[in-house]
């Protein structure tokens, strides 16, 4: 079950290029993380203080086409694989029906003494 | 008349002081003023093309309270003057009642010379 | 006597206007306060490990003129004034002979209960 | 032959987490490339000027070890193979001997009309 978030492209986003900055596109798939574990209960500022907190461990990403200034864009992720302290989603950046950017992202649920723990099973629960 | 505009902060914008990295506050009034734009009927991509953008000359800034990860901000602007190719705005971020950070931004209209060029009317009118 | 810090032009720092978008001067002169209170002797991972931290209250900028992708600038620093917890600067962005920004920096150094402490000695001492 | 480059971490670099927000260490690698191009003796903005580009297509990322405020990185770099228009390069970034991230990045070079267009001699010659 696909989890869909839109993105606004601001100014701050773009390069000289005129198009946004590469590296933007990991800020957005994270955006569509945290608004997917919050949608599902769980707020990060109470999980953090509590020492419990999401890592990213690896990204494969592809660039596959430009996003410009004032696009409203889709980020859809899903949930590809979970262990107990893993994830695996594979996360498309859509412009309507074009994909311009599918990332892997494996993260991982770090407790406070930066040793794996459990993640929650509402989320677990979502891998296809 | 003034305009209403949320920021969610995203995890990217906060810094190792846990809270909300100061320069962020420049890219949330920043956004304000293009969604405002954007909302009186004018596409900045189509004014760029044809050689017209909008610059950023003065910022007085105020960094009055702290704001944190997840909150829901209120950017709220309003032209405080405006001349022939020149606005001056206040822009205020606000959580619930509180404000976190205000500003007098001015802002220049210029055309494909760089040199100033007349605002768009319904722009100007809104000088309070 | 003024601070000179160095700062690179990166890709990163662009907009689709081709220049350095305008929030990021507020970056370069953070880098150069840094550079400067470590040159003082001063750590600041480990003055905020013992609670103190240095934090902007209020800039005032101009932006006189535009930053290109791979300029070397300048950031000259200046103390204004000095009060017990409090500094003002004087900091200026440079390319060459040119000041590309201007800005006023108020900046206040806070306790570990939020409360103003005093300023360390090296740094009030250097108010012109 | 690799090619090293220093990193400064900045305060603007770290996120709530206390570490150099993830995203930041594509910028690290994509500055390290920056420098290595000018270094070869090519001029990006001369480049463009002339319609050439270099664009980002794939990046493998490992987030292996967090890096902290005020670390002086390394970005090593070195080209893994090369065809006419495109580069594979390994980028890792280092404090001291700790490998903190790791990338295999695909670049391609694109000419005026968007089709990929040889690379400098100079640089494809420079192929483990």
Redesign the interface.
């Known amino acids: 079950m696909a989890h869909r978030f839109p993105v606004r492209v ?3 986003d ?6 946004v ?4 596109f ?2 957005y798939i ?2 569509a993380r ?1 608004a997917w574990v ?1 949608d599902l209960g769980h ?3 109470a999980m ?1 203080a509590g020492g419990t ?1 999401f ?9 596959l086409a430009p996003a ?3 696009d409203v864009l889709d980020v859809v992720s899903e949930i590809i694989s979970a262990g107990a302290a893993k994830l695996v989603m594979e996360q498309t950046v859509m412009r309507d029906e074009t994909v311009l950017f599918r990332a892997l992202a494996t993260v991982v649920c770090l407790g406070p003494d930066g040793a794996p723990v459990r993640l929650p099973a509402n989320i677990r629960q979502l891998a296809r």
């Open positions: 601001y100014y701050e773009t390069d000289m290029g005129g198009i900055y590469h590296a933007n990991l800020k994270e955006r945290s919050r707020d990060q500022n953090r907190i890592v990213v461990r690896r990204v494969e990403a592809d660039f410009h200034y004032d």
